[in-house]
């Protein structure tokens, strides 16, 4: 018994060390760190399973009526409680990610359960993907590894944020390992990477595109260097279409339970409409036709638009406060029809546009968004709020941005000095990791806004993914042999290349 106790903690000591280093911005802040996103999605959780319970109550009730039961008088009442929260709110985030922040939040409006869990998810991604490709790393190795990625990247601070980006990361990362090593993983890993997946989809619509993109990048490269058979590719393919389709059918269920309709985004905000607003096409457009087309943002906003996406949005004077119920669900109608109207007449200036918010979110990364000041709070209404309860700290906040930058910049230049040392599934791992970022740059950059806290979310995908293969050539060196991750038996190919270099079929 004392054995196996100790077997335990050892072989759960590497997670719980990691998840605790990756919280040590809470000691600086004492609480998590909240956006007015945070609110929200709390507020959305208590609203979302009020109206659950009230759905489960009626159902009930029908059912009971259908056995025989007298009537027992139900009302509509989870019909008018949506109603009444689409009104109040003009639109709806991620139902899953609010659901698990109200339920994470009991008893007390600190979402610090939630953070230690995306802290965790964190911890399981990376030491997953290091035991597949570093397995024979010493204990000091893994040390200076989680104590980098804890102190020196943008894990810490976005998995200590209570909103869902950290959850675009683990994504990426989890991607790894899923897709290039799943022969090595045990069955219980792959559902638990499976699940993690889904809900890293479910937490954010950009979290989509963004994982299939990493997946089937990874899945390329798997089915090129292993060829499997026929019944291996099937077998394979179910694994690697798990998450995304787990994913469609859990975002598809709760938007039919709770709207009537089936959509990855119910009610969700026209941020592609105010992009192209701010852009420039989406404005000309607009102005051109509002008195012929009869558009319902033209009746919000006449002619007169906030040209910035966060203004048009959620600003004093946005269509967020703005636009009626029955106004917003129009808007949602009609934004791609305008979106697209607009891209076909300013075709020119909207790639431009789309290019340079492509390159300037690709390279914007840090803490700006980090909020040391706000808290949730109950206001007299009762509502859940973000005020302002201590003080600022800018300077902290440039210093980490600089170490950051300086960060990813190194591990830039070590993957290129020591690129011809690298495995063929240490360039698939770096390429899955691009396509990510890529795909994350474009989602966020060219249809959301540019901000450093979207490739921030991301970026220290790089820094970890190089720590892990410094590991494995560390370990290789102590050793004075090759690893064994490249799964001789499995027809890998073990020799240290690159990814189409000479003898390689690739």
């Not at 991604?125 to 570093?134: C, D, E």
């Not at 980098?148 to 976005?158: D, E, G, M, P, S």
């Not at 409409?273 to 319902?296: F, K, M, N």
């Not at 206001?379 to 003080?391: M, N, Q, V, Y």
Request: charged share 15%; with cysteine; aromatic share 10%.
């Amino acid at each position: 018994m004392v054995h196996t106790f100790r077997s335990l903690c050892l072989k759960y000591a590497p997670f719980i060390l990691l998840t605790a280093l990756l919280l040590w911005p809470l000691a600086l802040n004492g609480l998590p760190f909240y956006i007015p996103d945070s609110a929200s999605y709390l507020r959305g959780g208590a609203t979302g399973f009020d109206t659950g319970m009230l759905m489960l109550q009626e159902w009930w009730q029908d059912a009971f009526t259908a056995l025989g039961g007298s009537e027992p008088g139900a009302g509509d009442g989870s019909t008018s409680v949506v109603t009444g929260a689409i009104n109040q709110a003009g639109g709806t985030r991620s139902l899953t990610y609010s659901l698990i922040s109200n339920v994470l939040s009991i008893p007390h409006h600190s979402l610090l359960a939630l953070v230690v869990v995306q802290a965790g998810a964190v911890a399981f991604v990376v030491l997953l993907t290091q035991r597949m490709a570093a397995p024979h790393a010493s204990i000091a190795g893994r040390m200076a590894m989680m104590i980098c990625i804890a102190l020196l990247t943008t894990a810490a601070w976005n998995a200590a944020t209570a909103i869902p980006d950290i959850l675009a990361g683990v994504a990426i990362f989890g991607s790894i390992p899923l897709t290039l090593y799943l022969e090595r993983l045990a069955t219980s890993e792959r559902i638990g990477l499976v699940l993690l997946l889904a809900f890293a989809i479910t937490a954010h619509a950009s979290h989509l595109p963004i994982t299939i993109a990493a997946l089937l990048v990874g899945a390329i490269v798997r089915f090129r260097l292993r060829r499997p058979g026929r019944a291996e590719a099937v077998r394979d393919t179910c694994w690697l279409l798990s998450a995304p389709v787990l994913a469609l059918v859990t975002m598809f269920a709760l938007s039919y339970a709770a709207f009537g309709t089936i959509s990855i985004a119910p009610k969700r905000y026209p941020i592609l409409l105010a992009r192209s607003v701010e852009d420039g096409p989406g404005l000309r457009y607009l102005q051109d036709h509002c008195e012929t087309e009869g558009y319902a943002i033209c009746e919000v906003f006449g002619t007169n638009f906030p040209q910035g996406h966060h203004e048009f949005l959620w600003g004093q004077d946005g269509v967020r406060y703005r636009a009626t119920a029955e106004q917003m669900d129009r808007i949602r109608a009609q934004e791609w029809p305008i979106v697209r109207s607009a891209t076909a007449e300013y075709p020119g200036l909207q790639f431009s546009k789309s290019v340079s918010n492509f390159l300037r979110q690709f390279g914007k990364f840090g803490l700006g968004s980090i909020n040391f000041k706000g808290a949730l709070v109950a206001a007299p209404t009762g509502r859940i709020e973000l005020a302002d309860i201590s003080k600022d700290w800018p300077q902290l906040r440039a210093w980490g941005t600089g170490i950051i930058y300086v960060m990813v910049a190194a591990s830039l230049l070590t993957g290129f000095v020591l690129r011809r040392r690298l495995t063929d599934l240490e360039v698939g791992a770096l390429l899955v990791v691009a396509a990510g970022l890529a795909t994350n740059a474009a989602v966020c950059g060219v249809l959301s806004g540019v901000a450093d806290r979207y490739q921030g979310r991301v970026i220290w995908a790089i820094p970890a993914l190089l720590m892990v293969i410094l590991l494995r050539m560390w370990s290789d060196g102590k050793s004075g042999s090759p690893s064994t991750t490249m799964f001789a038996q499995d027809r890998f190919h073990s020799h240290r290349r690159p990814l189409g270099g000479p003898g390689n079929k690739m």
